[in-house]
Each structure stands twice: as structure tokens, then as C-alpha cells.
């Protein structure tokens, strides 16, 4: 869930590894620290809360170093201040680790090391590892040996760099469960937990796999299993530039991804249709001829945003290619004895490939013999690795934390993916489907025009920024758009947002309705349409005020409503990729009226690889 950053080489460190940091500190964290070989010792940096205190240190009092880690921590274990930043190290102050994950049996650990006289200075599990590695750590031993030695002893999840000023030309990294990628540059070497912090330096990576550890030095890397076997894999050339990462202009990189959601669902797109008839090539996604006869259900995987994104994917998938579904929580899927089988398709959608969760699920999947999909915009991830097929989403690095461009490319995904399941199923015929897909090719134009609404949605968002409570009603496939608008406001904004299916207002919400609350329904053309305006015909009886999202040229509820933002006339099927659009620019401009942090919102990570 942090950002570790590392480097070996004839550059200085201490710049490459705060802008690698800086590079991160989208992932979400509350401390950040340092740890270089300056002058032959091991010299640390660390600081609570933003990473501009560890500039600020670093900048007092400059280190020279050619090899050093960096990392930002958001708190699992022991509150955010300076005792509990990473690095930590050993009671002699020669060795150094970081560490993403979460120890299982850090407790019994320390108490080992407790009675073996280790002193502990921090409420971490990650000082675990400091004092473990010592342990195994002697004259006769390698640094990669007592890592090895170290990683053996440890229940839990780990991506781990660790320093020692005894062998001052190396970096050792170890990971399970958690990402970590080496970068390959000229004589110099990098380690990162993600891919926009290596960008300025490199585009050639080594993804590592699990249980897999790495010896970086000035010669080169090696790479290994815990084991000690030589492994031997090709690097990956990344597509992205450092550009893609920054925010060309925008306030901030929330409103970045936004616009950039026509080019994303363009991109989704591009390559993966084919001929007039709607038929859809998913490539690398393709799937056996056998299984998709015999395919009797579908499970959808997911958290947060991508949950709501299975939710539509729910509708799509029912709809066009007439196979059950299910959507869980991939928090839930793998503790509910999950009915799946070989006849079984399990969707795991995840931005990062990483998410603890959903990762654990793709497993469960796996053992229960169930053909595994994962929807997923980082190449090389473990997800993407470990599932029988990948559909990637190609939205390029998202950087703010609230997801946005990630969320409409995983509906485009699932479109497609919908689509080609009818079709190998004869659910559907080539002409519904080429209908379907130019439908689906009109999305990029019809986001264009709602993004120009900016302004007005804006000056709607100054209206109501001050209230501290609003309910979001959808019906039918936008009901998961509810959920995601809701869940939109209260990452950013802090606002208690809720989302409900709108026939559900009466069965409790409705008893919150007054003047202080607004309510936000989704409106737009669709077959619950009136079922919608009763809804709000039910809230202005009440005193409530209501922003509705409607059809362009729907004059009958601007009548009633007290603000209104206009959609294009579109297929109900392809609406979610549309309404949620203003849903996010509304919680945007809510938050920054609120001086709220827009991109790095209080106590949220962007990728969660923790359970």
C-alpha cells in the first residue's frame, strides 16, 4: 500500500529516490523516510507526514550516497509518526529494511527476538525484519543469505529492500504478495513498488514473482527464488513516458483523468473489434470454444470502484450473453464457500493487478477448478500473471488516488467482454451486436459533451458544498452509478454519501429527507424513468432538494428539480459510461471548494495490498 523506491549506481541517491517518492505519493501514505551508505554509514532520514518534511530534512543536511532506499508508509501497524517510518534497522544501525505488506506472525517473531536481546523502537511488524536479518546476518553470510534466512521465518506478505553498510555495493529485494519491479538502466539500478516512479530513469523493467529475490549491484542483477535457484526472465519495455504521469497543466490529477476518459475508452476499444458484425477479438482475454459452451455461471471479483463496475458488468453480461452472474466482494468471495466449478468463469476486475483481496480470490478460484479473467491496466502484475486470461483496460498510470479513467476503461472492458460471450454463445445475433458496438464507438463523443458541461456542474457544486449529508438514487443498470457517484464524494470530500437503489428510498432513507439533505438521481432516459420521477416527487413532498441527471430536452423534472445537468440522448445499456461522468466532476469541484486533498485523500491508498 507505500511506495519504495531504490537505487545502485554513480548518480547521487538522494534526488533519484525523492523523486521516485514524489512519483508515488499517489498510493496514499503518512510518513516517509530515507536510508543511504553516506561516507561509509548508514545514514537514515525520516519524517511524519507529508513528503515535502523529508525534502525539507534531506535539503539541511545532504547526504552523498550511490546506493540507498526510500519509502512513503501509510499505517498498519502503530500510528503515523516518526518512530513507526520506514527505513527501520537493526540495534547497531548497519542495516536498513523497508517493507510493504503485513507480517501474520510478527508477535510470535518478536518475541524470539526479544529473548534473543533484540530491542525494539517501534510499534511496526516491519522491525521484524530488521532484526531478523541481523539474526542470520555474520561475517560468512551474504546479505541475500540472511534475507533468504529471514523471509523463510515469515508468515504474511512482504515487497522488502534492504541496505547494509557491511556490503555497501548491493540492494537486496524480496517480495510475496506484494509488487515490486527492478528497473535496468546503464550501470545503475533501480527498485520500485510501481512503475511511475522508474519512468524518469528507465523503461525496461523485471517484474518480480513471488517468493523470488534479487541481488542488485553495480554489475547488474540477479535474480533468484528463495531457494537460491538462478532464474533467468525478460525484461518488459513500458509503453508509458514520465509525461503521462504528471498533470500537464490540470489543478490537479483527478481532473486530469477525467478528461482523459474519451482517449481511454478510445483506447479500451482500439484493436479489439473486428468486421461489421459486432465480433470482438479479446487477444490475450480469448478463451477455449469448449469452455464457453459449457460455461454455466459467472462470478464478478472486485473492491470499491471496480466493485461497482462488476455491478454493471452484471447487467451487460445477463443481457447480452444470457449466463448467470454474481458479483461479491472479493473481501467476502473466498469465506463464503463459493459455488464455482470448471463450468465456471471467475471476472477478478482490479486497477493495479495487486489488490490483496482480489488477488486471494483469483486463488480460491483456481483451487475451486474455475476458469480465472482478470481485468486489470498494469502489464506484468500478479494478477495478470496468475489468471488463465487477461482483458487489459489500457488507461494508462492513475494517479489520483479515487479512481476515475481506471473505472469507465473496466466498464468499456466489460462491454466487450459481454459482447464476446454473446456472441460465442449465439446469445446474440451479428446484427445486435454491430448495433451494440456502434453504439459502444459513440462513447468517446458523448463523454467529450459532457465534459464541457465542467463549468456549469461547477457552479452546482458551489451550492451545495457546505451540506454534510447526500443520498444518490439510481434504478436498474445506473443503480451501481449511484453507488460510484456516492462512493466519489465521500473519498474526496468527507462527505457521508450514500447510493441506493431509488425504489429502496422508501424503505428507510426516506425517514433522513429535509432541507439540509440533497438528494442526486439519475434521470436520464431509460425503462425506469418514471419510476425515477416519483422517487423525486417523493423527496420535494418532503422538503428535499434534488439535482437530477437528465436526459438533454427532459423539461417535465426540470420543473421539479432544483438543479439540473443534462445528458446526451442515449442506449440505456451504454448510459453508465456517461452519467457517471458528471457524478465525478461533481465530487470533484465539491471537494476543492472544501480545501479538501483531491488527489491524496486522508486515510485512503491507491493500492490496497494489505487484507
Given at each position: 500500500m507505500c511506495g519504495i523506491v531504490g537505487y545502485i549506481g554513480q548518480q547521487e541517491t538522494v534526488p533519484?529516490?525523492?523523486?521516485?517518492?514524489?512519483?508515488?505519493?499517489?498510493r496514499g501514505y503518512d510518513s516517509a523516510g530515507l536510508a543511504v551508505i553516506s561516507r561509509g554509514k548508514l545514514t537514515l532520514r525520516r519524517s511524519e507526514g507529508k513528503l515535502r518534511n523529508l525534502i525539507c530534512l534531506a535539503h539541511k543536511s545532504p547526504l552523498p550516497s550511490v546506493v540507498g532506499l526510500g519509502h512513503t508508509r501509510w499505517a498498519t501497524h502503530g500510528r503515523p509518526n516518526e518512530d513507526n517510518a520506514h527505513p527501520h534497522t537493526n540495534n547497531k544501525k548497519t542495516l536498513a529494511v523497508v517493507h510493504n505488506g503485513i507480517v501474520e506472525n510478527d508477535r510470535i517473531l518478536h518475541k524470539e527476538l526479544e529473548a534473543d536481546g533484540y530491542k525494539f523502537h517501534s510499534d511496526t511488524d516491519t522491525e521484524v525484519f530488521a532484526h531478523?536479518?541481523?539474526?542470520y546476518y555474520t561475517a560468512k553470510t551474504p546479505l541475500e543469505t540472511a534475507v533468504k534466512k529471514a523471509v523463510a521465518r515469515v508468515k504474511g506478505t512482504f515487497a522488502l529492500g534492504v541496505v547494509s553498510q557491511q556490503e555497501p555495493g548491493k540492494l537486496v529485494a524480496a517480495r510475496r504478495g506484494s509488487p515490486l519491479i527492478l528497473g535496468l538502466g546503464e550501470k545503475e539500478f533501480f527498485l520500485a513498488s510501481d512503475i511511475p516512479a522508474l519512468l524518469p530513469y528507465t523503461r525496461d523493467v523485471l517484474f518480480m514473482y513471488d517468493d523470488e529475490l534479487a541481488v542488485l549491484s553495480n554489475r547488474g542483477i540477479k535474480l533468484m527464488t528463495a531457494k537460491g535457484k538462478p532464474v533467468k526472465r525478460k525484461s518488459t519495455h513500458i509503453t508509458w513516458n514520465a509525461i503521462q504521469a504528471e498533470k500537464g497543466g490540470y489543478k490537479h490529477f483527478m481532473l486530469k483523468e477525467i478528461y482523459e476518459q474519451p482517449q481511454v475508452v478510445e483506447d479500451t476499444l482500439r484493436g479489439r473489434v473486428e468486421g461489421l458484425g459486432g465480433e470482438v477479438v479479446l487477444g490475450e482475454a480469448e478463451m477455449p470454444d469448449l469452455f464457453l459452451k459449457g460455461l454455466k455461471r459467472v462470478f464478478i471479483v472486485a473492491c470499491g470502484t471496480s466493485w461497482h463496475a462488476g455491478l454493471v458488468g452484471k447487467f451487460l453480461i445477463e443481457s447480452l450473453a444470457k449466463v448467470p452472474t454474481e458479483v461479491d466482494f472479493a473481501s467476502e468471495f473466498r469465506y463464503r464457500a463459493p459455488l464455482a466449478d470448471k463450468n465456471s468463469l471467475v471476472v477478478l476486475i482490479s486497477q493495479s493487478g495487486e489488490t490483496a483481496d482480489t488477488l486471494a480470490a483469483l486463488r480460491e478460484a483456481k483451487k475451486l477448478k474455475a476458469r480465472t479473467l482478470t481485468i486489470c491496466n498494469v502489464v506484468g502484475s500478479t494478477m495478470t500473471r496468475e489468471a488463465h486470461e487477461t482483458l487489459y483496460t489500457h488507461a494508462g498510470p492513475e494517479i489520483g488516488v479515487a479512481s476515475t479513467k481506471a473505472f469507465t476503461a473496466q466498464l468499456t472492458a466489460l462491454h466487450l467482454l459481454a459482447l464476446y460471450l454473446g456472441r460465442h454463445r449465439k446469445a446474440l445475433t451479428p446484427a445486435t451486436a454491430a448495433a451494440h458496438m456502434d453504439r459502444l464507438r459513440q462513447v468517446p463523443r458523448l463523454i467529450e459533451d459532457v465534459i464541457?458541461?465542467?463549468?456549469?456542474?461547477?457552479?452546482?457544486?458551489?451550492?451545495?458544498?457546505k451540506h454534510r449529508d447526500f443520498l444518490y438514487l439510481g434504478r436498474g443498470i445506473n443503480y451501481p452509478i449511484a453507488l460510484e457517484g456516492a462512493l466519489k464524494l465521500k473519498e474526496i470530500s468527507?462527505?457521508?454519501a450514500e447510493g441506493y437503489p431509488a425504489g429502496e428510498m422508501k424503505h428507510g432513507p426516506i425517514a433522513l429527507i429535509d432541507g439540509r439533505m440533497p438528494v442526486v438521481a439519475i434521470a436520464n432516459n431509460s425503462s425506469v424513468l418514471q419510476k425515477i420521477m416519483n422517487n423525486i416527487e417523493e423527496v420535494k413532498s418532503r422538503n428535499g432538494s434534488?439535482?437530477?441527471l437528465v436526459t438533454?430536452?427532459?423539461k417535465e423534472i426540470r420543473r421539479r428539480a432544483d438543479w439540473v445537468i443534462e445528458v446526451p440522448a442515449l442506449n440505456e445499456s451504454i448510459s453508465p459510461l456517461i452519467t457517471v461522468i458528471p457524478l465525478q466532476l461533481l465530487a470533484y469541484h465539491v471537494a476543492v471548494l472544501r480545501g479538501a486533498d483531491v488527489d491524496q485523500p486522508r486515510n485512503l491508498a491507491k493500492s490496497v495490498t494489505v487484507e
Amino acid at each position: 500500500m507505500c511506495g519504495i523506491v531504490g537505487y545502485i549506481g554513480q548518480q547521487e541517491t538522494v534526488p533519484i529516490l525523492l523523486d521516485g517518492l514524489q512519483r508515488l505519493e499517489y498510493r496514499g501514505y503518512d510518513s516517509a523516510g530515507l536510508a543511504v551508505i553516506s561516507r561509509g554509514k548508514l545514514t537514515l532520514r525520516r519524517s511524519e507526514g507529508k513528503l515535502r518534511n523529508l525534502i525539507c530534512l534531506a535539503h539541511k543536511s545532504p547526504l552523498p550516497s550511490v546506493v540507498g532506499l526510500g519509502h512513503t508508509r501509510w499505517a498498519t501497524h502503530g500510528r503515523p509518526n516518526e518512530d513507526n517510518a520506514h527505513p527501520h534497522t537493526n540495534n547497531k544501525k548497519t542495516l536498513a529494511v523497508v517493507h510493504n505488506g503485513i507480517v501474520e506472525n510478527d508477535r510470535i517473531l518478536h518475541k524470539e527476538l526479544e529473548a534473543d536481546g533484540y530491542k525494539f523502537h517501534s510499534d511496526t511488524d516491519t522491525e521484524v525484519f530488521a532484526h531478523l536479518i541481523d539474526k542470520y546476518y555474520t561475517a560468512k553470510t551474504p546479505l541475500e543469505t540472511a534475507v533468504k534466512k529471514a523471509v523463510a521465518r515469515v508468515k504474511g506478505t512482504f515487497a522488502l529492500g534492504v541496505v547494509s553498510q557491511q556490503e555497501p555495493g548491493k540492494l537486496v529485494a524480496a517480495r510475496r504478495g506484494s509488487p515490486l519491479i527492478l528497473g535496468l538502466g546503464e550501470k545503475e539500478f533501480f527498485l520500485a513498488s510501481d512503475i511511475p516512479a522508474l519512468l524518469p530513469y528507465t523503461r525496461d523493467v523485471l517484474f518480480m514473482y513471488d517468493d523470488e529475490l534479487a541481488v542488485l549491484s553495480n554489475r547488474g542483477i540477479k535474480l533468484m527464488t528463495a531457494k537460491g535457484k538462478p532464474v533467468k526472465r525478460k525484461s518488459t519495455h513500458i509503453t508509458w513516458n514520465a509525461i503521462q504521469a504528471e498533470k500537464g497543466g490540470y489543478k490537479h490529477f483527478m481532473l486530469k483523468e477525467i478528461y482523459e476518459q474519451p482517449q481511454v475508452v478510445e483506447d479500451t476499444l482500439r484493436g479489439r473489434v473486428e468486421g461489421l458484425g459486432g465480433e470482438v477479438v479479446l487477444g490475450e482475454a480469448e478463451m477455449p470454444d469448449l469452455f464457453l459452451k459449457g460455461l454455466k455461471r459467472v462470478f464478478i471479483v472486485a473492491c470499491g470502484t471496480s466493485w461497482h463496475a462488476g455491478l454493471v458488468g452484471k447487467f451487460l453480461i445477463e443481457s447480452l450473453a444470457k449466463v448467470p452472474t454474481e458479483v461479491d466482494f472479493a473481501s467476502e468471495f473466498r469465506y463464503r464457500a463459493p459455488l464455482a466449478d470448471k463450468n465456471s468463469l471467475v471476472v477478478l476486475i482490479s486497477q493495479s493487478g495487486e489488490t490483496a483481496d482480489t488477488l486471494a480470490a483469483l486463488r480460491e478460484a483456481k483451487k475451486l477448478k474455475a476458469r480465472t479473467l482478470t481485468i486489470c491496466n498494469v502489464v506484468g502484475s500478479t494478477m495478470t500473471r496468475e489468471a488463465h486470461e487477461t482483458l487489459y483496460t489500457h488507461a494508462g498510470p492513475e494517479i489520483g488516488v479515487a479512481s476515475t479513467k481506471a473505472f469507465t476503461a473496466q466498464l468499456t472492458a466489460l462491454h466487450l467482454l459481454a459482447l464476446y460471450l454473446g456472441r460465442h454463445r449465439k446469445a446474440l445475433t451479428p446484427a445486435t451486436a454491430a448495433a451494440h458496438m456502434d453504439r459502444l464507438r459513440q462513447v468517446p463523443r458523448l463523454i467529450e459533451d459532457v465534459i464541457k458541461m465542467d463549468k456549469h456542474i461547477e457552479e452546482i457544486a458551489q451550492k451545495v458544498f457546505k451540506h454534510r449529508d447526500f443520498l444518490y438514487l439510481g434504478r436498474g443498470i445506473n443503480y451501481p452509478i449511484a453507488l460510484e457517484g456516492a462512493l466519489k464524494l465521500k473519498e474526496i470530500s468527507y462527505i457521508h454519501a450514500e447510493g441506493y437503489p431509488a425504489g429502496e428510498m422508501k424503505h428507510g432513507p426516506i425517514a433522513l429527507i429535509d432541507g439540509r439533505m440533497p438528494v442526486v438521481a439519475i434521470a436520464n432516459n431509460s425503462s425506469v424513468l418514471q419510476k425515477i420521477m416519483n422517487n423525486i416527487e417523493e423527496v420535494k413532498s418532503r422538503n428535499g432538494s434534488v439535482l437530477a441527471l437528465v436526459t438533454k430536452g427532459n423539461k417535465e423534472i426540470r420543473r421539479r428539480a432544483d438543479w439540473v445537468i443534462e445528458v446526451p440522448a442515449l442506449n440505456e445499456s451504454i448510459s453508465p459510461l456517461i452519467t457517471v461522468i458528471p457524478l465525478q466532476l461533481l465530487a470533484y469541484h465539491v471537494a476543492v471548494l472544501r480545501g479538501a486533498d483531491v488527489d491524496q485523500p486522508r486515510n485512503l491508498a491507491k493500492s490496497v495490498t494489505v487484507e
